[in-house]
C-alpha cells in the first residue's frame, strides 16, 4: 500500500511547488514588465512550468483511476472471501447443530461428516491460497532451487486436481517429453495446479482438459519447454485476456458467479512465471471453445533421452504426493 500511495504524494507535491514558482514568477514578471531580457526569459519558465503542471494533472489523473480500480477490485476481493468463509461455516453450524439436537441414522451421519469435511477443505483451500498469495513478496534464494522434473510435476497436479474435483483420472490427459526445470518444486506446483484447476471449474460438461509440453525453440539463449493446457470451456473474451492476471480480477459479478474463488489464482500464476524467468499467454482455440494458457520456462533436457514423449493419464509417473493446498483461481 505505501507504494500506490507514494506516487501520488510525490506528483502533487511537485506540481504544488510548480504552482508556487508559476505564480511568483508571474508576479515578478508584471514587476519587471519594462526589462526585455528578463520578461522573455520568465515567459519561457512560466510556459515550461504550465507545461509540466498539465502533465502532472493527467498523469495524476491516471494514478487517480487506477486507485480506484484497485480500490474496486479489492471490494469484489473481499465479498468474494466473505462468502467463502461463510457458506462452509454456515454449513458446519448446520451439520452439527443437526448431529446435537437430533438422532440420524448411521448413514446420515457418514454423509453428514462428508460434507463438513468437504467444507473444512474448502476452508483450508481459502487460507492456503491467502498464504501463496502473502508469499510471493518473498524471493526465493539460490539455495531454494533445485532440477525438478517437469513430466513428474505435471502428472502430480493432474491427479491432484482430478481427486479434488472427485472426477476420474482421464480427465486431464498429460503428454510431455523430459525435461528438467530449476526451480522451488512448490512454485512448480502451484502454478500449473491452479491452470488445471481453473481448466476443469471453467471447462464444459463434461470438462476434458489436455496438457501437452513439449520443447520449442530458446528463451533467452536457454532451451525452453512450452506447456500447453487446453480445456472446452466458453473461452475468455479477446478484451479480458490481459486483466485476467491482474490482482484481485474475477469476470463477472460476485453475485451471479457459480465458482468459487477469490481473483488470485492467475495472479500468483503470473508472479511465479516471471519469477522463473519464463512467460505466460493466454489465447483461445480454433477448433472449438474453450482456452489455451501456454507456459514457457527456461529448460535443459535430461541427459538420458527418452525415446518419445511419454503420454499418461493423470497421476502417472507420480512418485510423492503433493502438499495439502489446492489449487487456485481465477
Not at 483420472?169 to 500449473?192: C, G, M, N, Q, Y
Request: glycine share 8%.
Amino acid at each position: 500500500m505505501r507504494n500506490s500511495y507514494g506516487w501520488p504524494i510525490t506528483l502533487a507535491v511537485v506540481m504544488i511547488v510548480l504552482v508556487v514558482a508559476l505564480i511568483i514568477g508571474w508576479v515578478i514578471l508584471t514587476v519587471e514588465i519594462e526589462n526585455t531580457g528578463l520578461f522573455w526569459t520568465l515567459l519561457v519558465m512560466g510556459t515550461s512550468f504550465l507545461g509540466l503542471v498539465l502533465v502532472g494533472v493527467v498523469l495524476y489523473l491516471v494514478l487517480s483511476i487506477k486507485g480506484i480500480r484497485l480500490s474496486q477490485r479489492q471490494s469484489n476481493f473481499i465479498d468474494s472471501v466473505s462468502h467463502e468463509l461463510k457458506s462452509p461455516i454456515a454449513s458446519l453450524k448446520l451439520y452439527l447443530q443437526t448431529l446435537s439436537r437430533r438422532t440420524v441414522t448411521e448413514e446420515q451421519q457418514a454423509n453428514f461428516y462428508r460434507f463438513m469435511l468437504e467444507d473444512v477443505q474448502r476452508l483450508d483451500t481459502l487460507i492456503n491460497h491467502m498464504l501463496d498469495a502473502a508469499r510471493l513478496d518473498q524471493e526465493p534464494v539460490e539455495t531454494d532451487l533445485v532440477d525438478v522434473e517437469l513430466s513428474r510435476v505435471l502428472a502430480t497436479c493432474a491427479e491432484t486436481v482430478c481427486l479434488r474435483h472427485h472426477l476420474p483420472k482421464e480427465t486431464i490427459r498429460v503428454t510431455s517429453s523430459e525435461a528438467i526445470v530449476r526451480a522451488r518444486p512448490i512454485d512448480l506446483e502451484i502454478l500449473f495446479r491452479n491452470l488445471m484447476d481453473n481448466a476443469i471449474k471453467y471447462g464444459g460438461s463434461p470438462p476434458a482438459v489436455e496438457v501437452d509440453s513439449q520443447f520449442g525453440g530458446t528463451l533467452k539463449g536457454t532451451d525452453q519447454i512450452v506447456t500447453r493446457i487446453v480445456d472446452n470451456g466458453r473461452g475468455i473474451p479477446t478484451k479480458l485476456r490481459r486483466k485476467i492476471f491482474g490482482r484481485f480480477v474475477r469476470l463477472g459479478s460476485e453475485l451471479e458467479r457459480v465458482q468459487t474463488g477469490t481473483g488470485l489464482g492467475l495472479f500468483i500464476v503470473r508472479t511465479l512465471v516471471k519469477r522463473m524467468n519464463g512467460k505466460i499467454n493466454v489465447r483461445g482455440r480454433l477448433d472449438a471453445s474453450g482456452t489455451i494458457f501456454e507456459v514457457v520456462l527456461p529448460a535443459r533436457r535430461p541427459h538420458v533421452e527418452s525415446a518419445a514423449p511419454t503420454a499418461t493419464a493423470a497421476g502417472a509417473a507420480s512418485e510423492r504426493p503433493l502438499d495439502k493446498m489446492d489449487a487456485g483461481i481465477r
